[in-house]
């Protein structure tokens, strides 16, 4: 049964009402910095000079989508000296602070590996700084810390490949025992990059085997753009809820490789096959487990824009999944009917849903057009103004 109440005026049912009015997507505190590509980190004006900025331009992003009401913050780039006090910050600019992303990815002990290293020292370091990440969480009320692991090689016989696995499990024990009650490790992986002939976490399976040997509250991250090309992602996505083991995504788009850009803006249907998969496993449930998050640089366009953007398009894809015909899907897959399957699925995602979205907004006081709104607002005039001077976030500030 199509969920639409009246097709004409494009309303929603109140079941659909509920799941969507539940979605909160985090934004990255880095997505709001300066970035660029290895030959160029491009500078715009109001660009945030210090993590309170940042977190008031996220905040920005909340107020007019009513998506995004948590800010992801990245140690060391975003250290203060008193995270509580900073905590409070966010919570009276409407949003609060939420994943903790570690760095051992700009340290030159890393070089050659750093939870995998083969020099007790340098893991002793790696691990050190994922303790004091977890002590930031103790102080931000954070649940998650987010492991993305830059280790790898580069040349075959470069590295003993089941010795960093090995050495890997034991950091991710001792971390992973640190952890208070409430709180979760998240770990990610990446096909490539920094190293090319293998990296230590490259696919949701070595992710999977790492998380289940430590616990309950360890789970894996999917990002989007981490997949070798034509790689069958909504799959994983339905592996692991199926497991119980999908604990969160970092949304993004990529062309070719990881590109991090605007989510859905390269494979609008892809990005609503994963969602059809989170919906059918249970992901956008009351109380799931799954977390979304948007994990983006963005390199010419506008910082808050940007994130609008695609906050709306994670919103807008999750209504179209909602709206599939789920007993007609389930009666066609049953008879064997491959093209009234296929069309069940293709007949939700052709649906215009942003005439109803409008509504949804306006029935909450948010702005029927948040991209509008922004561009009228005077916020970026205001902040490019009083932003004036200082150093410019952006990697590794």
């Known amino acids: 049964m199509n969920q639409f109440n009246d097709q004409e005026s494009g309303v929603f049912d109140d079941a659909l009402l509920t799941t969507l009015g539940r979605q909160a997507i985090e934004l990255p505190s880095w997505a709001f910095g300066n970035a660029g590509t290895r030959f160029k980190v491009y500078g715009t004006p109001g660009t945030p000079r210090t993590i309170q900025e940042k977190i008031a331009d996220a905040a920005q992003v909340h107020r007019l989508t009513g998506l995004a009401p948590s800010v992801a913050l990245h140690i060391p780039w975003d250290l203060v000296d008193d995270f509580g006090k900073l905590a409070a910050f966010a919570d009276d600019q409407g949003v609060r602070l939420g994943t903790i992303n570690s760095n051992t990815f700009q340290d030159d002990d890393y070089k050659f590996g750093s939870l995998t290293h083969v020099d007790p020292a340098i893991r002793r370091k790696a691990v050190d700084h994922h303790l004091r990440c977890i002590e930031v969480m103790d102080a931000t009320g954070s649940r998650d810390l987010k492991i993305w692991l830059p280790d790898g090689t580069n040349y075959p016989g470069q590295g003993d490949l089941r010795g960093r696995q090995d050495r890997l499990a034991e950091s991710l024990r001792t971390i992973y025992d640190r952890l208070g009650p409430d709180q979760?490790?998240?770990?990610?992986?990446?096909?490539?990059?920094?190293f090319f002939y293998t990296m230590d976490v490259p696919d949701w399976g070595?992710?999977?085997?790492?998380?289940?040997?430590l616990g309950e509250r360890a789970l894996v991250c999917l990002d989007t753009?981490?997949?070798?090309?034509?790689?069958?992602?909504?799959?994983?996505?339905?592996?692991?809820?199926?497991?119980?083991?999908?604990?969160?995504f970092d949304f993004n788009s990529r062309f070719y490789a990881d590109d991090d850009l605007i989510v859905g803006a390269a494979d609008p249907f892809q990005l609503f096959r994963i969602l059809a998969e989170v919906v059918r496993?249970?992901?956008?449930?009351?109380?799931?487990?799954?977390?979304?998050?948007?994990?983006?640089?963005?390199?010419?366009?506008?910082?808050i824009p940007g994130q609008i953007r695609s906050v709306l398009n994670v919103q807008e894809m999750t209504a179209r999944a909602l709206l599939i015909d789920t007993e007609s899907l389930r009666a066609a897959q049953d008879a064997g009917d491959v093209l009234a399957a296929n069309a069940v699925?293709?007949?939700?995602?052709?649906?215009?849903?942003?005439?109803?979205?409008g509504d949804w907004r306006e029935s909450?006081?948010?702005?029927?057009d948040p991209m509008a709104a922004y561009a009228t607002s005077g916020y970026a005039e205001l902040i490019a103004a009083e932003r004036a001077g200082g150093v410019q976030a952006g990697w590794g500030a």
């Open 184 to 194: 979760r490790l998240v770990l990610e992986y990446k096909i490539f990059e920094p």
């Open 206 to 213: 070595t992710a999977f085997a790492h998380v289940t040997a």
């Open 225 to 248: 753009g981490h997949h070798a090309p034509s790689t069958n992602i909504e799959f994983i996505v339905a592996q692991l809820l199926r497991l119980g083991k999908l604990g969160s």
């Open 281 to 303: 496993g249970g992901g956008l449930d009351d109380g799931s487990p799954v977390a979304f998050m948007l994990d983006q640089c963005h390199n010419i366009e506008d910082k």
């Open 345 to 357: 699925y293709m007949d939700a995602f052709y649906t215009d849903v942003r005439p109803a979205l």
């Open 364 to 368: 909450r006081g948010l702005p029927r």
